[in-house]
C-alpha cells in the first residue's frame, strides 16, 4: 500500500471495526462511547448507564499519541469527574508537538484494572506484513523496542499458528494460546478490511480473562473505500491535528471514495495564484517543488494528484 493511499482513523472507528468482525468466540470487550462538542452529557448518561456503575478512562481522539505523557488521559474516574474533565477541555485549543489545534472529540471507556501491558503491531508494506510483539507494552515501549519480536510475512502467504508462537509468542510466560488466538484473528481481520495499520498499546487481560484493547492506533487504505462501504460503516477521514479540510478538498474526498482510483486534492494556500497541471505517479509533487525553487513558492494554491 502507497503511503498517499494510508489514511489515519479515529480511535472508537478502530475499535468499533474490532468489535464488530473480530470472531464472537474470542473473549474481547470493548466498551466506549464518543464525546464531541456537541454531545449533552445527560443525553449521553442515559443511553449509556453503564457509565454511572463503572470507573472510566477519558483521552482525546485526535490521531496524536503521548496522551498520557502530555496529562491528557484521566484514569480510574466516576462520571461527574469525567465530565468536569470534559468541559474544562473540550473546545480548548492546545500544542502538541509544536501543532496548535482545538481539542473536539474524546473517547471515554470503562477502566481495566490490569498488571501486564502487551504492544501488538500489524504493518503493511509493498510486499509484505510486518507483525511485532511485545509483552512490556505501555507508555515507555519506545525504552523497551529491544524486547520486541517481529515476523515479516510475505503478502502471498497466510499467517500459522506455528509462525506465530514460534516467532512472537516464544518468550511469553503466560497466556500464549489466548494471545495467539488473538494475533491470529487481529490478522484476518487487517486483511479483509484493508488496514494498512493496527497498533495497541497496550492490550491486556483483565482479571476475569477477557482480553481488553486499551489504546489503538489504526490505518486504512483509502482507495479500497468502494469495496468496503458496508464493511466500514460510517467512517470519517479526519483532517491530522491541527489541520482543516476545505469544502473543496471534502468535494475531491467523497468522489475518491466512490472510485476504485486515486484523486487528491490539497489546498495549500487558497489566495495563491498558481495552480500545477493535475498529474500522477508523483509528478505534482516535483511541479510543487521546481515552484518552490523558483521562489513562488508562497503562491501555489495546492496541487491535484491522479
Known sequence: TTKMGRKKIREIDAKRLLQNNLPSTLPVKFQNVQVTTATSFDLLLRENDWLSTTRLVVKPDMLF????KNNLVLINADFPEARAFLEERLNKTIEHNNT????THFIIERFVPHTVEYYVSLVS??????ISFSSQGGINIEENWESLSTLSLPVSDQLTEQDINS???????????KISAFISALFKVFEDLDFTLLEMNPFTIDESGQLAVLDIRAELDGTAHFKNVKKWGQLEF??????KITAEESFINGLDEKSGASLKLTILNPEGRIWTLVAGGGASVIFADTVADLGFGHELVGFVTL
Open 65 to 68: 499519541g503521548q496522551r498520557g
Open 100 to 103: 496548535k489545534g482545538t481539542l
Open 125 to 130: 508494506n509493498r510486499e509484505e506484513t510486518v
Open 167 to 177: 516467532k512472537l509468542l516464544s518468550h511469553l510466560p503466560a497466556h500464549r494460546d
Open 238 to 243: 479526519p483532517a491530522p491535528f491541527g489541520s
